[in-house]
Nanobody, 124 residues
Framework: QVQLVESGGGLVQAGGSLRLSCAASGRTLSINDMGWFRQAPGKEREFVAAISWSGGSTPYADSVKGRFTISRGYGETTVHLQMSSRKPEDTAVYYC?????????????????WGQGTQVTVSS
């Protein structure tokens, strides 16, 4: 089992920055990729970014490319999502997820474990 706990959500003004963190525990050695997704009210959960557990590739959704950065410190079991130049449409519950099989997927079904989510609200 893998447990994921997100932190760092809150209220930020448009144009501001916010950093989310996701701490993984349990069988972290079984993790291949980590991803961030978000879900706005009335919408489906959508892909934001992903990172290989060993580092390297970091795909992003087009809507956040150039504004968000996903990272993982060497040897850390925590993944971060630095969000800059925030827009009101970034308002959502942000979830981190762990994928055991790899592939840096962009769909919900490709991930095995999920955190509870953290609310991010961007005011205009």
């Amino acid at each position: 089992q893998v447990q994921l706990v997100e932190s760092g959500g809150g209220l930020v003004q448009a144009g501001g920055s916010l950093r989310l963190s996701c701490a993984a525990s349990g069988r972290t050695l079984s993790i291949n990729d980590m991803g961030w997704f978000r879900q706005a009210p009335g919408k489906e959960r959508e892909f934001v970014a992903a990172i290989s557990w060993s580092g390297g590739s970091t795909p992003y959704a087009d809507s956040v490319k150039g504004r968000f950065t996903i990272s993982r410190g060497y040897g850390e079991t925590t993944v971060h999502l630095q969000m800059s130049s925030r827009k009101p449409e970034d308002t959502a519950v942000y979830y981190c997820a762990a994928d055991l099989s790899g592939g840096l997927g962009r769909t919900v079904s490709e991930y095995n474990y999920w955190g509870q989510g953290t609310q991010v609200t961007v005011s205009s």
